[in-house]
Every structure is written in C-alpha cells, then in structure tokens.
C-alpha cells in the first residue's frame, strides 16, 4: 500500500512563493500518475494538478495555470508543486493522490485517484 505525506505548506502574503512536497513510500510511485488537490473551507475537494508517471506530460486547473507548477523526482519518490504569484484565493489544504490504475490521459477528478495523503495548509494572506 502506498503512503503518501505532504510537507511545505505555511503562511504567504500574496504575490508570494511556496514549494510543497509530496513524499511516497511503499511502493515505486515512479510507476503511476500523481495529482495535487486542494479543498477550502466549506468547498469540494478540487483539483489542481497532475503529472504523468514520467514527468513529461502535465495538466494544470484554469485557475492555477501559468502559477503553479508541478514536477516529480523518480529517484526520490516525491512529487512537488511550485507556486508563484500566490492569490488569498489559493487557500486550502493541499493533498497529494497517486493513481495505481492503469491510464493513458491526466485524469482530474478525485474518484480517479487511489490513495491520499493527509493535506497540508496553505494559507495565502492579503
């Protein structure tokens, strides 16, 4: 089983930077597509992001692309999500998912994911 743990998240003022990491273990992750999600207070869990099990193919939500990129590092089963010019609108829990299934396209919605890990807050200050 996969275990999946989020680190990086914290307190920006907006316009600002922040790097969240996604670390994986019991299982070479390098194998599967990942995603970044996120959920605000009182809204659905939305996705963000997601990154093809080589790296090479990404898919970004309208509301992040151009701002947040995300890359992945096989070697260190770990998945990160850069974001730039960081808006009050962006906060929320952050969450990382691996998708175990089999896939030929970068799929956004959370059925389509396996396992989770347990979030990590990011809060973006006006």
């Known amino acids: 089983q996969v275990q999946l743990v989020e680190s990086g998240g914290g307190l920006v003022q907006a316009g600002g930077s922040l790097r969240v990491s996604c670390a994986a273990s019991g299982g070479t992750v390098s194998a599967y597509a990942m995603g970044w999600f996120r959920q605000a207070p009182g809204k659905e869990r939305e996705f963000v992001a997601a990154?093809?099990?080589?790296?090479?193919?990404?898919n970004y939500a309208d509301s992040v692309k151009g701002r947040f990129t995300i890359s992945r590092d096989n070697a260190k089963n770990t998945v990160y999500l850069q974001m730039n010019s960081l808006k009050p609108e962006d906060t929320a829990v952050y969450y990382c998912?691996?998708?175990?299934?089999?896939?030929?396209?970068?799929?956004?919605?959370?059925?389509?994911?396996?396992?989770w890990g347990q979030g990590t807050q990011v809060t973006v200050s006006s």
């Open positions: 990154i093809s099990r080589s790296g090479y193919i990404t």
């Open positions: 998912a691996v998708r175990i299934r089999p896939t030929f396209v970068l799929l956004t919605t959370t059925n389509n994911y396996d396992y």
